[in-house]
């Protein structure tokens, strides 16, 4: 499971790191949840790599109604490439979703507590995702959406949670974005080493925001 993240890394440096050559502007945010606009990177026969904006939950192409989007926030490494609401994507229109670190919450004696998890190394990193386009056909209009992909917690994940999302460094996401064979099980089989802290229980509320929600509650575990 995957329902929150933080990206407040500067867009541009982040979008260069990746190989985009089209830049959206993204404010730093520290508490993105499901239904908001997100940062994707993708790629576009018209503009090369682009960073964009998407929003997050994704709408099939076939779907009657985009509330659909709500409940497919993420998808599960292990039937993304049959399951239909995905399959057409992952073999199509397949995308990085920039990031700096996500939250996963840990029960313990009963008792949840957030924790912020981010790269050993402090640098940006991007979940593998999918992106898809819906059209209204009452009005015309266009919803493009996405979902994130998530696996089976590595040994580092398990001490908090038993899903993680499949996470990549930028060296290693070309393959995912160019929709290669096998580029998910790489990914998955070559996660970077994370680290992680608990966090206040302010970030359990989507309204709230600020770098403060990052701040350390506790000590850090690392891989």
Not at 135 to 149: C, H, N, R, W
Not at 165 to 192: F, H, M, R, Y
């Amino acid at each position: 499971m995957c329902g929150r993240f933080a990206f407040y890394s500067p867009a541009e440096a982040t979008a260069a790191l990746f190989g985009a050559e089209t830049v959206h502007d993204f404010k730093p945010r520290f508490n993105i949840a499901p239904t908001q606009d997100i940062a994707a990177i993708r790629r576009s026969d018209t503009k090369g790599v682009e960073m964009t904006s998407l929003r997050w939950g994704l709408v099939p192409f076939w779907a009657k109604d985009p509330s659909i989007g709500n409940r497919m926030i993420n998808a599960r490494a292990e039937t993304v490439a049959e399951k239909p609401s995905f399959r057409t994507a992952f073999r199509k229109r397949r995308c990085l979703i920039p990031a700096d670190g996500f939250y996963e919450w840990h029960t313990d004696a009963g008792q949840k507590t957030p924790w912020f998890i981010s790269l050993a190394s402090n640098e940006p990193f991007a979940f593998a995702g999918l992106w898809e386009s819906w059209s209204d056909k009452e009005t015309g209009e266009t919803l493009e959406t996405a979902t994130i992909i998530t696996t089976a917690a590595n040994d580092f994940m398990s001490r908090l949670h038993h899903r993680m999302p499949v996470v990549t460094a930028a060296d290693k996401a070309d393959d995912w974005l160019q929709g290669a064979e096998g580029a998910l099980e790489k990914l998955i089989g070559n996660s970077p080493r994370f680290r992680a802290w608990p966090v206040d229980r302010r970030v359990n509320n989507a309204r709230n925001e600020g770098r403060e929600l990052i701040d350390a509650a506790g000590d850090t575990i690392s891989a």
